[in-house]
């Protein structure tokens, strides 16, 4: 694997280490049941890494990377030795986190689980607790990575790299390491939302108000009517329920504002979001956060209303393409989609920020437009599927396009730029824990004390 290659690896470890605890976790008990534990290393007073820890982030490194070996497991142990020096570091220097940052975290992960496998229930019969075990035996590591994430942060807060610097680590990468990158694209869009006509808008107020009072008249429980006539899929299947909804989240405000008002087992008014028509019912509160059922009704749009929304797209283009409005202009000024005018309506990965998206991780449909597109030309107007299944309309212009290629300064800068920061970040959080370790009581089992990992640290056999 060559250095750069390396470099990315690194990056992604730590994502993917805090990324999917809650998936580790799941499978902790099994694992230590079926063979004896033993201690791998103590670091400072009372801080311990076990066999089972270990094996458990191994073997899902290896499900990731099929080359997965003994030397990345022992760049893993580093790591999560790593973390327990910055947590010790953090309590020396009194960094905290809060107890509210520790639960919006626990909460976030949770659904995002939740949205993976589908349900709660599904999410609890796969790793065989509730949602109540798993925040309670998950809130302290998440606490200690957030800790050592904050303490890490104050170590790097300083680090920066310029040009000179990005240039010497490209050049010192051997030319049959450099990694070839596939066709990569910066694209945007416009999305206009077709507008519902008041007869359909009103049709859909009215059929939540009859579904309610059926609830009401106890004709039907909640839950029973949520199976039958919500148009949320994400809780239609769990009797309209939603676990941990927060003040905080990604949630519509005024579907949060009319829950928080509500007494347990009360039914809200009908709430108007950007999503449609609801009714609320609360099920318990939790300090800051509620359980709720709720019920989708979203508006029909008829033939008549998409064919508006594309021939709004079709003059929109056409002044595009006459250089009456350029198009972050046009994004602002006539885009629906509020996530879109927040970045100019370029598309970005949101696990890495970056806009020259991988043309193979793009979705079917997209492909297929972009490849009779050149750089700087706008699609036609067309109906798409969102990332939430609904129908929308859009015209997509694609910016620049980049064929396969070998790693070059020119094409691929920022994502060179960002690995010789990962590098010099790396480098950083290293020199300080050699300069650090004399200060702390670190043990680490004989099995691993010859691992290359460990001897840039000058540690001796134990």
């Known amino acids: 694997m060559s250095f750069i290659k390396k470099s990315l690896s690194k990056v992604n470890l730590n994502k993917f280490s805090l ?15 079926q063979s004896a534990d033993k201690i791998l290393a103590v ?17 899902q490194m290896k499900q990731q990377d099929p080359n997965f070996n003994d030397t990345m497991k022992c760049l893993l142990l580093q790591e999560m030795i790593i973390q327990k020096l910055l947590i010790e570091q953090a309590e020396r ?12 975290q626990l909460n976030n992960r949770l659904r995002y689980f939740t949205q993976l496998y589908g349900s709660k229930e599904k999410l609890e019969q796969a790793s065989g607790k509730t949602i109540y075990m798993l925040k309670e035996e998950n809130r302290d590591i998440i606490r200690d990575q957030m800790i050592a994430e904050k303490m890490k942060n ?28 596939p066709a990569a694209v910066e694209v945007g869009q416009i999305v206009i939302d077709p507008p519902v006509s008041p007869e359909l808008d009103d049709y859909a ?31 239609r299947d769990n009797g309209g329920r939603y676990d941990g909804v927060t003040r905080n989240g990604a949630w519509a405000p005024e579907f949060v504002t009319a829950a928080f008002k509500l007494q347990n087992g009360e039914i809200s008014p009908i709430v108007k979001t950007k999503f449609g028509y609801h009714i609320i019912q609360m099920i318990q509160r939790k300090g800051d956060e509620v359980d709720v059922r709720h019920i ?37 000024k006539y885009a629906t989609d509020e996530a ?3 970045t100019g309506g370029i598309i970005a990965d949101p696990q890495t920020g970056s806009t020259l998206l991988d043309v193979n991780k793009l979705d079917p449909a997209m492909v297929l437009i972009l490849d009779s597109l050149q750089p700087g030309q706008y699609s036609r107007s067309q109906i798409f599927f969102t990332e939430s299944h609904e129908r929308s309309c859009r ?10 290629h070998k790693a070059n300064l020119k094409d691929d800068y920022n994502k060179i730029q960002e690995v010789a920061l990962q590098q010099k970040k790396l480098a950083k959080i290293q020199e300080w824990v050699k300069q650090k370790l004399p200060t702390y009581y670190l043990k680490i089992d004989t099995e691993y004390q010859s691992c290359n990992a460990f001897k840039i640290w000058g540690l001796k056999r134990q």
Do not use: C, H, W
């Not at 670091?43 to 073997?59: D, F, H, P, T, Y």
């Not at 680090?159 to 000179?164: D, F, G, H, L, R």
């Open 205 to 235: 107020y009215k059929k939540l108000q009859g579904i309610k009072n059926e609830i009401l008249k106890g004709e039907k429980t909640f839950e029973t009517a949520a199976g039958m006539y919500s148009d949320d899929p994400g809780s």
């Open 154 to 181: 104050q170590i790097l807060e300083n680090v920066k790299i310029t040009p000179a610097e990005v240039n010497t680590f490209f050049n010192r990468i051997p030319a049959d390491s450099l990694p070839f990158y």
């Open 340 to 342: 879109s005018k927040r």
């Open 43 to 59: 670091v400072g007073r009372n801080k311990i890494i076990l066999q089972s820890e270990l094996e458990i982030q191994a073997a």
């Open 93 to 104: 220097d009194s960094v905290l986190v809060s107890d509210d940052e520790v639960e919006g």
């Open 19 to 33: 990324l999917l605890f809650f998936v580790l976790n799941a499978f902790l008990v099994s694992a230590q049941t």
């Open 296 to 332: 989708l009704i979203i508006p029909e749009r008829t033939s008549g209303d998409f064919k508006k929304a594309l021939d709004k797209l079709d003059s929109v283009r056409a002044d595009l393409i006459s250089g009456k409005i350029k198009f972050p202009e046009a994004v602002g």
């Open 395 to 404: 015209i997509v212009y694609l910016k620049t396009r980049t064929s396969p």
